[in-house]
């Protein structure tokens, strides 16, 4: 569904991506994982078309995206949340829900979400800045199930959550992949991403430097402990 071919990035002079290369199948949980500054926030952004220097090839379902606008690419199918999950925090989450426009048919109605995500329901005429940093996630990934996109890009989704809420998102993600949604993942808990993903891409200096299928993760349980620095 997604490659990415020799993807180079940069902020101004820094270069920071380097021939990045990987490939994500249709329906499939992949995860980036990596240390602090591997160059995974800026991998999802450029993919969006958020950076302003890039090259390589971005291709879904075989459209080149290299050279699109981030406009485009969500229009395209591509869905992006980001880090700071961008919720408006003076707006309601009603409001925050209907924001995003629809790129294509298909995508979840309110209350389908409203199914997936039952807080949202309860809180739907709460302002942004009153939630719970687990309900903003939810909100976060709610609102682009609206869209239609079938490819979600979700940066560090549990970051800062309790537990049961870290819990509460995996168990959302894996019914995402039921529905057949496609979901690339960055993280920087292995254990948490190897409850959710398929195979796993670690990244370092800006580099994919291994990939590790789940089924083998136990195996490399120190190669990936080196890896992130655990
Ligand atoms: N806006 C920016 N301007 C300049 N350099 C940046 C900017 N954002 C990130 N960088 C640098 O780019 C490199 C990759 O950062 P990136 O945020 O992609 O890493 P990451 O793997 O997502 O880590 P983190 O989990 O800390 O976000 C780092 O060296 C970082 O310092």
Redesign the pocket.
């Known amino acids: 569904m997604l490659e990415v071919r020799d993807l180079e990035a940069w ?1 101004g002079e ?1 270069h ?1 991506l380097h021939k990045v290369s990987f490939d994500i199948r249709e329906g499939e949980v992949v995860t980036i994982l ?1 240390r ?7 991998t999802m952004k450029a993919i969006m078309g958020m950076m302003k220097r890039r090259q390589g090839a971005v291709r879904l379902r075989g459209l080149d995206l290299i050279r699109a606008t981030p406009r485009a690419i969500a229009k395209a199918g591509i869905a992006f949340c980001p ?1 700071d999950r961008g919720i408006y925090s003076s707006l309601t989450v009603e409001e925050n829900l209907m924001l995003p426009p629809e790129v294509a048919e298909g995508g979840m109605s309110v209350a389908e979400i409203h199914q997936l995500f039952p807080n949202l329901a309860e809180r739907r005429r709460s302002q942004g800045t009153r939630l719970s940093g687990g309900e903003q996630q939810m909100l976060a990934i709610g609102r682009i199930l609206r869209t239609g996109a079938r490819l979600l890009m979700l940066d560090e989704p549990t970051e800062g959550l309790a537990p049961v809420i870290v819990q509460q998102i995996g168990a959302t993600i894996r019914q995402l992949k039921q529905r057949g949604y496609t979901v690339l993942l ?1 993280e ?1 808990n292995f254990h948490f991403a190897a409850t959710v993903a398929d195979r796993h891409y670690v ?1 370092d200096h ?1 580099q994919v430097i291994d990939m590790i299928p789940n089924a083998e993760i136990a195996a490399n349980t120190a190669k990936l402990n080196s890896y992130l620095g655990v």
């Open positions: 902020y820094s920071v990596g602090n500054g591997a160059g995974k926030s800026t880090e960055v920087q990244m800006g």
